[in-house]
């Protein structure tokens, strides 16, 4: 990890430390690095990832290791440590998705985007994931867009449907 947190606060735009300190503001002083997660997400939002960089320069805005963020970034699946396509595509392959066809699913939209498990599209458009639970067992299987919308009862109809959906989401308008 690199250790130069002047190089990393650098790359923290002056909205960006705005929010920071919103965030900070909601906890006690003594506890400010309670807003990590509101930070990373930040960051995420700013870069489309955190870097080890940005790691190193909410640590030193937070005013803590650099390791105890990395654990947050590298504990959580929401946070990308590298950079996504525009519709990142988390696919559940737990035991009760798996037992309603999840591994199917992701091998499916895998091959429908041409990718490996992890991969993104040549286009940067899709990136495939496997995830953990996403807490929807009943609706299995699902998926989760870009950490925030869950579709369920995922068939390969209805992941095709997805794919032309987004795909044309992407499209520019004329």
Known sequence: MKDDPKAAASRLSESMKQDFAREVAKYPPDQRQSAVMACLAIVQKEFG????????????????????VHEVTTFYNMYNQQPV????????TNLPCQLRDGERALDHL???????EGGTTADGLFTVQKSECLGACADAPVMLVNDRQMVSFM???????LIDTLATAAQPTK
Not at 110 to 116: A, S, T
């Open 49 to 68: 990832y955190v870097s080890q960089e940005s790691e190193i320069a909410v640590a030193d805005y937070l005013g803590m290791p650099p390791i105890a």
């Open 110 to 116: 895998c091959k429908r985007l041409h990718v490996e």
């Open 155 to 161: 068939s390969n109809d209805r992941v095709d449907a």
């Open 85 to 92: 396509g525009k519709f990142k595509l988390n696919v559940c």
